[in-house]
């Protein structure tokens, strides 16, 4: 709505208008008189941003990586030199459109000056005696560019309602310079956001003082030869273009340009942090596809290969129309392609039954292995399609069946009719995976975050881990709130550094495809739930909860946490080994009460005051213990 309000033509201010072309064709005229500098050297203090010169002009970009990395606080101060003649009274400092959106590299193409600085080679200022300007932002005027105080950031020269043409900053100096010197001009902006500067060019002049900016912003390059027509003379297309280009410095219209800035840069604000994902564009222009003679690459002189289904499967009716990736889509789901649904089916079946029908997921085919039941497979394929393709009810079929709800302990007998159990006569029990390990050891201390989606989690990674990865390099800040908790199926992932933890307990890298995983029982895996940050932290949390939730003596406890972690009673030896553990650890730790300070410090999660800490640390043992059990991270 503001951009049409703007972009309406506005017939009162012919009057304004009129002023305006007379202003700037004096502003072109007196350009005679200013003598543009060409820039020495041109850096950045704080390189926030980049500078190139070209020509005369300095062009300023900001740096992505820095912003990326969130290193940039959006400051920054130019510094350029150049060889000044002498004589010079005044000096012009150009901000320039050029192809930018606007004058300034903040998101509403704003800029703030907040001092300019201009030294000889020896270090000494040149006393500047006044500054004007084309166009100034309410509350922010040129003399306070001048003023030596950098100390608030709202004191300076900025244009907001003037940023989409060129403006300029006049300075005069006090006194004209006495010979040719290199100058060095200090631009410094801490208004922060980016609010720098984009395109400047320094210019020079000899012009007997007052040295005062025109009623008028400097006109652009592409209307400098309309003004010099007479209004008669003009087409409407070159009267609308002008009109245009004094719309953009109009005072009459500052509120109105203020207000379309601050709309467009929270429209910004907006884009740039909302989520975002690839999408896949059909192209018009389709690349012609031939059959290569000899493979020959660079003759096209083979048959033409339109878009087609393998010849050996079932295919949709031709309908006169090439085919296209929704025919493909269709095809994939086609009641003629049971494939699809019999290998999402098997892979279901392996979630629930730690095995598929067909133990070789990603070869579901004439080369891999035949359904140990078929008529199950092909059941459960029929029953998915019939659902609407329906994973949750295929879900709610599987666990509420009664195949589902057995026990995983073999017999004898059965373990002689199906050792593999592919029949599934029992249950099967298998560890969990990688994700799900570290999961059930959150539940069990009660730190889990169940939070659904948003952005990726790092719980702890040693430090290093990263070192070797580059291109760039990077770090690995761990997560310190609720994302240190959360389920390890949102844990960031770097492909070829998949975290270690994870590692050790079989998750691929990530390089390429793994329908399926192996499951392996190494030494490691015991290391990393003994050991790992989240473990021992999970263990602590875990001990805290048996002090405040479990009652009445050590024994009692001990059970309480059987309970909590495996959902049964100990045995007697079982307590009597855990039992033995705790009196010996709280004993140790009664001795050395530094040794069980270090214990507790693993973690961000704060310890209860009111807690004893040798016997928490002792506790934390019995905890370690119990999520190290081969039965903790098994699946029954």
Same mark, same amino acid.
């Given at each position: 709505a503001l951009q049409a309000e703007f972009a309406k033509p506005r017939p +009162?201010?012919?009057?304004?208008?009129?002023?305006?072309?007379?202003?700037?064709?004096?502003?072109?005229?007196?350009?005679?008189?200013?003598?543009?500098? !060409?820039?020495?050297?041109?850096?950045?203090?704080?390189?926030?941003? !980049?500078?190139?010169?070209?020509?005369?002009?300095?062009?300023?970009?900001?740096?992505?990586?820095?912003?990326?990395? @969130?290193e940039s606080d959006g400051t920054d101060t130019y510094v350029i030199t150049a060889t000044v003649p002498a004589g010079v009274n005044g000096f012009r400092l150009d901000a320039l459109k050029e192809k930018s959106a606007g004058i300034g590299l903040a998101g509403n193409q704003n800029f703030v000056l907040n001092e300019i600085v201009v030294t000889t080679a020896e270090n000494k200022p040149l006393k500047l005696g006044h500054a004007s300007a084309t166009f100034e932002q309410g509350g922010?005027?040129?003399?306070?560019?001048?003023? *030596?105080?950098?100390?608030?950031?709202?004191? *300076?020269?900025?244009?907001?309602? *003037?940023?989409?043409?060129?403006?300029?900053?006049?300075?005069?100096?006090? +006194?004209?310079?006495?010979?040719?010197?290199?100058?060095?001009?200090?631009?410094?902006?801490?208004?922060?956001?980016?609010?720098?500067?984009?395109?400047?060019?320094?210019? #020079?002049?000899?012009?007997?003082r007052p040295i005062r900016a025109p009623g008028a912003a400097q006109p652009l390059k592409e209307v400098a030869d309309l003004l010099a027509l007479p209004a008669d003379k003009r087409s409407k297309e070159q009267n609308d273009k002008l009109h245009a280009t004094f719309k953009q410095s109009a005072p009459q219209l500052n509120d109105l340009r203020t207000?379309?800035?601050?709309?467009? @840069?929270?429209?910004?604000?907006?884009?740039?942090?909302?989520? @975002?994902?690839?999408v896949s564009i059909s192209d018009k222009n389709k690349r012609t596809v031939r059959i290569l003679p000899r493979g020959n690459w660079m003759i096209e002189t083979g048959e033409v290969v339109k878009p087609a289904l393998p010849g050996y499967l079932a295919r949709p009716p031709a309908d006169g129309e090439e085919l296209t990736r929704l025919d493909l889509a269709q095809w994939l789901v086609s009641r003629d392609n049971p494939l699809t649904a019999r290998t999402v089916m098997n892979r279901l079946w392996k979630q629930f039954f730690g095995i598929g029908q067909s133990k070789v997921l990603d070869d579901l085919g004439a080369q891999g292995e035949v359904p140990a039941n078929p008529a199950l497979l092909d059941w459960l394929a029929c029953e998915f399609m019939d659902s609407g393709w329906d994973f949750k009810h295929m879900v709610r079929a599987i666990v509420t069946s009664k195949a589902y709800r057995q026990v995983s302990i073999a017999t004898p007998t059965l373990n002689a009719a199906d050792p593999y159990n592919r029949l599934s006569a029992r249950?099967? #029990?298998?560890?969990?995976?990688?994700?799900?390990?570290?999961?059930?050891?959150?539940?069990?201390?009660?730190?889990?975050?169940?939070?659904?989606? *948003?952005?990726?989690? @790092?719980?702890?990674?040693? +430090?290093g881990y990263w070192e070797n990865l580059n291109f760039p390099q990077r770090t690995y800040p761990a997560d310190t709130g609720d994302g240190q908790y959360r389920r390890g199926v949102y844990t960031w992932w770097q492909r070829s550094f998949a975290h270690p933890s994870m590692l050790a307990f079989d998750a691929p890298t990530r390089e390429e495809c793994a329908a399926d995983r192996t499951r392996s029982n190494i030494p490691q895996q015991a290391l990393v739930l003994l050991n790992d940050p989240s473990y021992v932290e999970a263990a602590r949390v875990f001990a805290a909860r048996i002090l405040t939730d479990g009652t009445g003596t050590p024994e009692q406890r001990i059970a309480w946490a059987w309970r909590r972690t495996l959902q049964r009673d100990p045995r007697a030896d079982e307590a009597k080994t855990v039992a033995t553990v705790f009196n010996e650890r709280l004993a140790a730790y009664q001795a050395d009460k530094g040794a069980a300070d270090a214990l507790l410090k693993v973690g961000l999660t704060p310890i209860p005051d009111k807690l004893d800490r040798s016997e928490l640390a002792a506790w934390t043992h019995v905890a370690r213990i119990l999520l190290n059990l081969h039965e903790t991270i098994t699946r029954e």
């Open positions: +009162e201010l012919a009057q304004a208008q009129a002023a305006w072309e007379k202003q700037a064709l004096i502003a072109l005229s007196e350009q005679g008189a200013w003598q543009a500098l !060409t820039p020495a050297s041109a850096k950045t203090l704080k390189r926030n941003v !980049t500078l190139k010169t070209n020509g005369t002009i300095v062009h300023a970009t900001l740096d992505a990586k820095r912003a990326e990395r @969130k922010f005027s040129a003399a306070g560019a001048i003023d *030596g105080n950098l100390t608030e950031r709202d004191n *300076g020269w900025a244009v907001m309602g *003037g940023q989409a043409t060129n403006q300029s900053l006049y300075l005069e100096l006090a +006194e004209p310079t006495a010979a040719e010197a290199v100058l060095t001009f200090t631009l410094t902006s801490v208004w922060g956001e980016n609010h720098c500067l984009a395109h400047v060019r320094l210019n #020079a002049t000899s012009a007997p207000r379309l800035a601050a709309a467009e @840069k929270a429209k910004a604000d907006f884009i740039s942090a909302a989520l @975002k994902c690839l249950q099967s #029990a298998y560890r969990l995976d990688a994700e799900l390990v570290r999961d059930n050891a959150l539940a069990i201390s009660g730190l889990l975050v169940p939070t659904i989606g *948003g952005p990726s989690a @790092k719980p702890y990674q040693p +430090e």
